[in-house]
C-alpha cells in the first residue's frame, strides 16, 4: 500500500467550483461537457454545439492544442480553433474547456476559454502547474495515465499551493495490464478522491474506456458512484473524426445518454 503524502490545502472539507455561473461539486446537480475531442471546423462545432445544448449539455469542450500520440497526425487548430469554440459556445451561452499544453499558450487559452483542461500527460509538469496558481480561472486536472492517487492529489495540491484553489479533478482512466480498452477507468477514485479532497470531481468516460459501446454504462456508474459531472467525447461524424474517433458518439447517443441519467 502507498502512503498518502500529506496536503496543506485539500484536506476533504467539500468544495463546490464555479465556471461562469455553473456550479460543479457537492449539492449540485451533475454538470455535462459534451463535445468533440479536437475543434476541426466551425461547422462541426456548430452542429456539435446545438446538439448537445439541446438536450442537457452545459459546457462544450473542444480541442485546439492536441498532444498526439504521433506526430504525423492532426495536431489541431490552435488559436484560430479557440477563436471558432469560443464564438460558436457564445451562441448557445456555454462555458467553455481546452487543453493547455504548454505555459507558452496559457494568455491566449486563459483568454478564451472558462475552465483550462490539464491533459493526462501533464499531470506531472509541475512548471505549468505552478504557472496555474498565478490565474483566477478553474483548472480540470485529468489524471496522469499511470499516475497513483497520491501523486494526483499532489498535482492538485501544487496548483493550490501556488494560489488557485479552482481546482476540478477528473478520473480519465489508467493504464493496466489489460489492453482490451484503450484505459481502465478507475471508478474508484471517484469516492477515494472526494473523501481525501474534497475536491469536485468529473468521469471521462470516453478516454476512460476508449470504445464508444461504453460510454453510456460507465456513464451510468460514474454518477452513481457521486462523480460531480462527465466529459464525454462527441462528434457529428465520429467515424471521419480526426481525433479519437473509436470512442466518440454522435449527438443521437448522446441524446440517450442524457435520457437515461
Ligand atoms: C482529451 O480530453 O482530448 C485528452 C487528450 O485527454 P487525456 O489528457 O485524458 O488523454
Ligand atoms: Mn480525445
Known amino acids: 500500500m502507498e502512503t498518502k ?22 449539492g449540485h446537480p451533475p454538470v ?20 448537445v445544448h439541446k438536450v442537457g449539455a452545459k459546457i462544450l469542450r473542444g480541442g485546439v492544442f492536441k498532444p498526439r500520440t504521433s506526430p504525423y497526425v492532426f495536431q489541431g487548430l490552435g488559436k484560430d480553433g479557440l477563436i471558432i ?27 478564451y476559454t472558462d475552465i483550462i483542461q ?11 502547474l505552478k504557472a496555474l496558481g498565478d490565474v483566477d480561472k478553474p483548472v480540470l486536472l485529468k ?16 496548483i493550490a ?10 478520473e480519465r482512466g489508467i493504464r493496466t495490464f489489460d489492453t482490451y480498452t484503450r484505459n481502465t477507468l478507475d471508478l474508484s477514485a471517484v469516492p477515494i478522491m472526494k473523501m481525501e479532497t474534497g475536491l469536485p470531481i468529473i468521469v471521462d468516460p470516453s478516454h476512460g474506456t476508449g470504445r464508444r459501446e461504453l460510454i453510456k ?17 462527441v462528434h457529428i461524424d465520429p467515424d471521419s473524426a480526426l481525433s479519437d474517433g473509436k470512442q466518440s458518439i454522435t ?10 441519467i
Open 161 to 170: 499551493a501556488h494560489g488557485n484553489t479552482n481546482v476540478i479533478l477528473c
Open 118 to 128: 490539464i491533459g493526462s500527460r501533464n499531470m506531472y509538469n509541475y512548471s505549468l
Open 85 to 111: 469554440l469560443k464564438n460558436v459556445a457564445d451562441r448557445f451561452n456555454m462555458p467553455i474547456i481546452t487543453e493547455l499544453m504548454d505555459v507558452e499558450h496559457l494568455d491566449v487559452v486563459y483568454q
Open 217 to 233: 454504462p460507465m456513464s451510468k456508474a460514474a454518477l452513481a458512484c457521486g462523480a460531480d459531472g462527465l466529459m464525454i467525447e
Open 5 to 26: 503524502i500529506d496536503t496543506k490545502i485539500f484536506v476533504g472539507e467539500h468544495r463546490v467550483v464555479d465556471v461562469s455561473g455553473i456550479k460543479i461539486g457537492n
Open 143 to 158: 489524471r496522469g495515465m499511470s499516475a497513483t492517487i497520491s501523486e494526483w492529489i499532489m498535482a492538485a495540491e501544487y
Open 32 to 51: 455535462i461537457i459534451a463535445g468533440p475531442c479536437a475543434v476541426e471546423s466551425e461547422e462541426q462545432i456548430f452542429k456539435t454545439a446545438q446538439a
Open 251 to 260: 449527438p443521437e447517443q448522446f441524446s440517450e445518454i442524457m435520457d437515461e
